[in-house]
């Protein structure tokens, strides 16, 4: 039986690797075409030895060329720099292939707040009506029908999961909302500089970013959406001697008098009702904290809540993967959902631990 | 359609934890019963957080029973320590059930060395001889016809598969081999102890057991197998401060003037015949090396070859994921081969690069 | 020229090993006890073995005898668990020793704050008034005259440190500080267990004691000696898989419309106002954000600050290395300014980076 | 009272960064110059924030000049690559400053050898017979009268520590060697690249270099020196993830009937007769295995020995800090020989541990 034709633009990066990883399984669909400016002409196994011998070892890298993916690919993921992914959209979708983009190009609704953070004019405003915010559990529809998703960023996945439930059922105030977040290593690309090299990553830790980082008008976008008003986050990201895993520990203001039984239970509920069918979102039992090896490679977002009487505050543990849930495996699930697919094929059951 | 019952006895150690990783996805074999003194009487996904909700973790840990698992399984693994196996091995056989022993217990033909090696007398020497080595591409047919498959030790696997081309074409001297291999730390097993704490293991490297690892004789015996004649082997051990992985660096004298690209092409050659279809061992393109990770989470056994004409040595290295395939995935691959399934069914396709 | 003998009662945990590599070098102070209830007759090479060959690999490791101490020793450094260190202190105070108590035995001024956040009933509350808190750039003239100093905790060093200058000066609001701490695995101790075997914390983080973790009335009690008034705190420690480092993400709402650069000056010149000689506060250069490694091995505390504008919070990142800075130098620190030495007497000039 | 002044050329690198930590706390020697091309014109505090308020902190970096080393400085460090080093050897001796050369320019006696290892021909081909090899152990009394000392490659000082005393009693075959070693990540230097960055090094081990590292001709050079026959050497490394470390593990075929007790003997005797009075080499306890954290931030070769009656080979394991020992320690060791102070003068008394 014929599966259906994708590609893969930019596959030399983490997130380029991780969709090789993932497709290489996937039943339904085929992974046609890789593209890569620095490695064209070589093989896939030439390019990463761990795929030596496998399924996708003799695929050839070429050079990204749109013409060339729109007649052999239904769809395409966008795993480049953002300024670089705006430009291919188009042109693809202009061709009538469906785009998942994995870059920040098509996330913000608005072109100004783009170009404030990413110091960039935006070149295809008409596009970002068109685009779907990729986070199954709250778009699941509008992803089944859209034509370009734009895939959410690592840190906006992990936070938004968190908060979502306690955004609709009013238990927090939305101003009073602070991000305290932790990312592996492979959340800061494949590029190499000194700051990521081994020896100055390992046996060490610390921020970055500080009071700037792009994800966090992401961030105030989506929680805007969700409880009907603009806010201001504080949010904070840090660099861990890992490789994969996000975990974002999350302080908000309560608004509620619920015990922490009800607060579970209404966030059980709202994932249950989710429009997807994959069960992504684990609640994790009250005393059991997430950590980020419990969803290495797969979906799973999980999640522990704290109702801190003490300091009046709702406390939530949110861990993904940074590489699966918050980039590759994201944009192979909306790949599903675009194509009509079980929204969990070709996606791991259970985590490596250990 | 109604899977094949198996279970396992030693949930809670990390060959038990991989071994659920692996079955959560099997499409043909069902895990129905999982056991452990200490942790009886809870449902897995509360000693193991990590599945929560997936699709074993309401499943309860019970104390080992012979007779229970008997009446619910066709095929045992057996996770625990050597000398506590062997006897669970016996009690099973009796009462018809299939087993792989994942400890030391059945891999010795030589009762002597045994007690030698182990300091311990073997209670069940009879069942030496119908017990079958498990290393699939030596032993692949006589896996399928077994009723208890020892399963090989982790470094074993990474030299056996290293060697067997090299001493079945008679390329090396059987007597000057030297075996340097380093481990992963999930080798070391899971129960605490300060030596494995991670405070003494992280940016930290040791050597251990010099000169008398118990994995020594069980290599000297295959070797002796695949070469006719009896050796003393040198082989060291290392710990490494990572969780998975073996390489195995691996010196012998030569005994050919095949070049280096003859070596290569009988390597290929000799594992293009194995008798299993599955082709796991990759020897890699002359010039790229093995690395740990090239095979994580997965049953490949990369190979690098070198011919030495300043030493006059054959130089491999040999990688593979010590908890996969040099534990439970190979496990999982004996058992599917007795169970007349494909030998690759429910194992890993890619690697988890980075 | 004699030095000054001292005792070391807890020799075989980390806090115990780090004081060794200190007292190694001191220049006058002679460690002639050192005792471990399981280690008691063997010689100080012996279990420390990367102490063979050197000043102190003969000292004979002896049972704890306060008897003994007394006789041998003018000052002794308590490293053992709370609960059994005041017994010991009380002990050696009644013989005239000082005391240096790194548990958390003294730290606390109220003893019923002490049973409840400890689960123990404070058995010596006539020596809570005489402790001094040990926190050299806040106490440092108490620290001089005093017979029983309370080491401080890790955490509370990094965050009670970076507060200082705020709190002082009335720029941040005490009602609203949000500490989120981050430690690497030696703050865990040298126990086995499970949690802290290597494969349980490598390439993995979590969050643990959430909303009940025993420094934080610590930190509020100082708190509000330094604001005049009560606080509740929220802190959230985590652990990073790294050996020695903290870092503390603060968030404290501003009170004030100082700038940035006011800000710093304001702490610079609260430091270099601090009543002990060394200059271990090291506030950064503006866009330097501190590291773990910039102090490791060493008594420096460095510091980054943001006046965050957009969501009027003061952001500092505090770092120190909990072995030295948060536990054993600065023990060694405060008895040095008990004995009249420099404060800086035997600590490392130079962090260990890379 | 007056420090001796001397400079550092490459400060930017890992050597660099360990020889300032080292003479950060020198009391005789004051580094007065330190240069990079790249880093020209900032403070060192600026470019090496982990010494931000230490004493070097504001010294300016300067571009290399001869003329100005010269004029300030009576010995300079050369931390810069092999080919750059040479010329500016030569150019320092001839205005008379002493040189300590971290490259491999010096090492070698023989000009054809450097040029077949290292592609490039020799351009001060008569300073070779003027360099000592600074290995103080066995050239203590040449480097105390030499102006130009050429610094030991990390891996060789690692193996020719442990195999002096073997060979210069005959305890075995020289021909029959075998050094399979292992490095931290420290060795790999700074300089941005793919294949070290920390996503590809963390949790992986590799081989490299197999067969034809450079290492190997300037072993092969010594061990030839102390069994006064030529050599040809089995030698492999590899990349550990760890940041300063190396173990080397030494295989050679025993031509003596001595027992273990007596080797042990044999080793303490020779290093007790070493011409410098610092005891850096350790021969560890038999049964106590060296591993890379004993020796950590020192100067300490910790020896480890088996004869290995089974297999007739003399086991050594072999623990340096790559970089202390392996670079920038022995090059002030070096230095303070050169320049008639303590050998150990500023060298760190105890190992960071843990």
């Not at 004019?121 to 992803?143: F, T």
């Not at 690592?154 to 991000?179: G, K, Q």
């Not at 409880?227 to 302080?251: A, E, N, W």
Request: glycine content about 8%; proline content about 6%.
């Amino acid at each position: 039986m014929q599966r259906i034709p994708v590609g893969l633009v930019g596959v030399a990066g983490y997130t380029g690797m991780e969709l090789c990883r993932l497709l290489a399984a996937h039943p339904e669909l085929e992974l046609v075409r890789v593209t890569s400016r620095t490695e064209a002409g070589k093989t896939l196994g030439q390019i990463l030895p761990h795929l030596h011998e496998t399924g996708l070892a003799e695929l050839v890298v070429t050079a990204p060329d749109t013409q060339d993916l729109a007649q052999a690919c239904k769809l395409v993921f966008l795993a480049v720099p953002h300024g670089t992914a705006m430009d291919l959209a188009a042109d693809l979708l202009r061709k009538n292939v469906r785009v998942v983009d994995l870059s920040a190009d098509f996330r913000l609704r608005d072109p100004e707040t783009y170009s404030q953070w990413y110091n960039l004019d935006h070149r295809h405003v008409s596009l970002l009506e068109q685009a779907v915010y990729g986070l199954p559990e709250l778009y699941g529809k509008e992803i089944a029908g859209a034509n370009l998703v734009a895939n959410p960023g690592c840190y906006p996945t992990s936070v938004l999961l968190a908060l979502a439930p306690a955004l609709h059922h009013e238990l927090v105030n939305p101003e009073d909302i602070l991000v305290d977040s932790k990312s592996g290593a492979t959340g800061a690309g494949r590029k190499p500089s000194t700051a990521t090299l081994f020896c100055e990553v390992q046996d060490n830790f610390r921020a970055y970013s500080l009071g700037r980082h792009r994800h966090t008008p992401e961030m105030e976008q989506e929680i805007g959406v969700l409880s009907g008003q603009q806010v201001q986050l504080s949010f904070t990201p840090h660099l861990l001697p890992i490789g994969r895993g996000i975990l974002s520990t999350i302080y908000a203001r309560l608004k509620t008098t619920a015990s922490s039984e009800e607060v579970h239970a209404l966030y059980r509920d709202y994932y249950a009702q989710s429009p997807v069918s994959a069960r992504w979102v684990r609640i994790q039992t009250p005393g059991v904290w997430p950590e980020t090896r419990f969803v290495r490679g797969t979906m799973y977002c999980d999640l522990g809540l704290l109702v801190d009487q003490r300091t009046k505050r709702l406390l939530i543990v949110s861990v993904i993967d940074n590489l699966c849930r918050g980039a590759s495996g994201q944009a192979l699930a909306n790949a599903n959902l675009m194509l009509g697919l079980a929204p969990d094929m070709g996606l791991p059951v259970a985590p490596m631990v250990p």
